[in-house]
Structures are given as structure tokens and as C-alpha cells.
């Protein structure tokens, strides 16, 4: 029941991210990236760094935390104060590369979008496999969901017939069953499930 529950949650930030992508790569909107950045950087980041500090405090003093107020503060770069604030670095990643994304989409052919895409689900594919491949910090959690946010562009780009899309809608299902059972079986065996079925 967990791995079900996990499975059907974790499906909401690449959703998230997909419909993103869409909006705000596939705007026709005609504005410069100082302006794109300042009216949406203006909306999460003085709540985003004073939530970071207040949690930092909290922490430091009243929490099992090891490390210092100041530490956390001074570490916010690659790592969030508290872990519920993961998604604000994929956000904040998301409406720093818009701009220049918006460029390459506006003059590259839906190929040249879905060689990216590939590179994309094949680091993600060799980082699941290798453990050493992948780093940490909000640079691979970009690049990690980033791909989302193009994704997203792409599919509403492209015409996909009701027959491939009945095809596609049943390898996701049996891939959700697949990860599902997997999860259950990894329960059992007293392996604690993260998500990753």
C-alpha cells in the first residue's frame, strides 16, 4: 500500500513539471529574460530564504540537528535547510534556464528537442544503474527533473495517434503495476521502500 501511495504522489512533480514546460516554454509572450526572472523570482525567493533561515534556527535549536544555524546558512547553495524545500531549488533552477531554453525551442526542430530529451533519460537511466554517477545538490536535481520541464514542450508539440497513445497509456500502466509489486515484494523482505520501484 505504501509503494502505491509513493508511486501515485511522485507522479505530481513531473506532472507539475511537464505542464510547466508547456506554459512557459510555448509562450508566445514577448518579454526579456530580466523581466521573465524578475516577475517570477520575485514571487518565491524572499519566502524561499526566509523560510531556509527559519528552519536553520529551528533546527540548530530545538531539533537533533548536528550542525550549527550558521552551517545550514552557509551550505543553502547545494543543500536545503529543511528537506521538504527540495522542490524550491528545482523551481528556482527551472525559471533560470527558461529564457535560453525558450530560444532553443523557438529555433530547434522537434529532433534536435528529442536528442536532448534522449541524453536526458539516458544519464537518468545510467545514474539509477550506477551508483557513483549522479552527484547531489540542486545542479542534478535540475538536471534530474529538468528534463521534465522540456518534456512537457515536446509532447505538446508532437501528434500522437489514439492507437500509439492506447499503447503508451498500457506500458505506463503495466510499468505502475510492475512498480508496485516490486515495492510490495522489497517490503516484505524488510527493505525500506523509497520511491524508487
Known sequence: LFSLASLVTKTGVPLFLMISGKLLLGSSRAESAVTFLKRRLSKILLPFLSWSVIYAFVFAHVGAESEPAWWALKNMYWRETAFHLWFMYVILGVYLVTPPLRIFVRHASLRDIGYVLALWY????????????????????????????????????????????????????????????????????????????
Open 122 to 197: 539516458a544519464s537518468l537511466v545510467l545514474g539509477f544503474v550506477f551508483d557513483g554517477w549522479s552527484s547531489v545538490g540542486p545542479a542534478s536535481r535540475l538536471v534530474g527533473f529538468g528534463g521534465y520541464f522540456l518534456l512537457g514542450h515536446f509532447l505538446d508539440k508532437i501528434h500522437v495517434s489514439r492507437r500509439t497513445a492506447t499503447g503508451l497509456g498500457l506500458v505506463a500502466v503495466a510499468a505502475f503495476a510492475v512498480s508496485a509489486v516490486g515495492g510490495y515484494h522489497a517490503t516484505i523482505k524488510g527493505d525500506a521502500p523509497d520511491g524508487n520501484y
